[in-house]
């Protein structure tokens, strides 16, 4: 689940997806403000720290050649007076610095920078990231979410995407089965939503549009889909009732029929168009 900006409903019908699923894994990808886990309030919760290595100088080894300087394409290093100086929060971790080193004047050393919670809720499994506050990059974390050996390969996975489309959404719709973005009638919208379809065209994963709060009249983003040619998978209404519950955190595929059968027909849906797209990349399938 992609969406342009914040609080167009991505969490929202991905939580009601994984629900109406009944038995799903639930990932949350948005580790900067993960928030799916007050909507199934999950229970026997295991956590696990996150870590990274980033460099640590010997200065009595160092001799200030500037090799590791001059190797660091991000600037995370810098002998100044004397002196070398990591910039941790721009490190990528890479240890190539370590290697080119002719004095071994540089080892790894581990910096915590979130957690993954993972727990139950009924018979959907949720995994939360969690990136500390103040760290630049929650990508260590969602490559861990994402490459879970214990994810059960028989249940849909549901993932709830950071807004935007910077690099930790990169990182979480790149191995991706198919791609739903969510998009509100507006033109502020329509302007988000072109940001993350040009994000799955370049990353040529298979998508299709849901259209959230929609109102009667003209749509500008219905419109834009049209014009782009681009599936739309289902229209949920601006409801009052359905805003109530939303903002109360509790999942509308639970609370109402009306809410049960949309995002039942939504999973349907995209289901098929999962099967669809996998039976044209392979047609003896």
């Known amino acids: 689940m992609l969406s342009g900006k914040g609080g167009t409903g991505k969490t929202f019908v991905s939580v009601n997806l994984a629900a109406a699923a009944q038995t799903a894994t639930y990932i949350d990808c948005d580790v900067e403000e993960p928030n799916g886990h007050l909507f199934f309030k999950p229970v026997d919760i295991r956590e696990e720290e996150i870590t990274v290595e980033i460099p640590r100088v010997d200065s009595e080894r160092c001799n200030g050649c500037r090799k590791c300087v001059d190797f660091c394409k991000f600037n995370a290093l810098a002998y100044i007076k004397d002196q070398m100086i990591v910039f941790d929060e721009v490190c990528h971790s890479c240890g190539g610095c370590i290697i080119v080193c002719p004095e071994k004047a540089m080892a790894e050393r581990v910096r915590a920078i979130g957690k993954v919670q993972r727990g139950t809720s009924g018979q959907t499994d949720i995994h939360s990231g969690i990136l500390n506050t103040g760290e630049v990059s929650g990508v260590p974390i969602i490559k861990k979410l994402l490459s879970d050996n214990s994810l059960p390969a028989q249940r849909p996975i549901l993932i709830d995407c950071p807004p935007g489309s910077a690099c930790i959404v990169m990182e979480s719709i790149k191995d991706a089965d198919y791609c739903i973005l969510v998009s509100e009638p507006t033109l502020f919208g329509v302007h988000n939503l072109d940001m993350v379809y040009e994000l799955v065209k370049l990353f040529d994963r298979p998508f299709g549009v849901v259209l959230n709060k929609c109102l009667k ?54 289901t098929k168009e999962v099967r669809r797209h996998a039976a044209d990349a392979d047609p003896e399938r």
Do not use: M, Q
């Open 217 to 270: 009249g003209p749509d500008p983003v219905e419109a834009f889909c049209l014009e782009k040619g681009i599936r739309i998978l289902s229209r949920i209404p601006f409801d009052a009732d359905l805003g109530t519950l939303n903002s109360n955190a509790e999942i509308a595929v639970y609370k109402d029929e009306r809410y049960r059968n949309l995002f039942s027909d939504l999973l349907k849906t995209v």
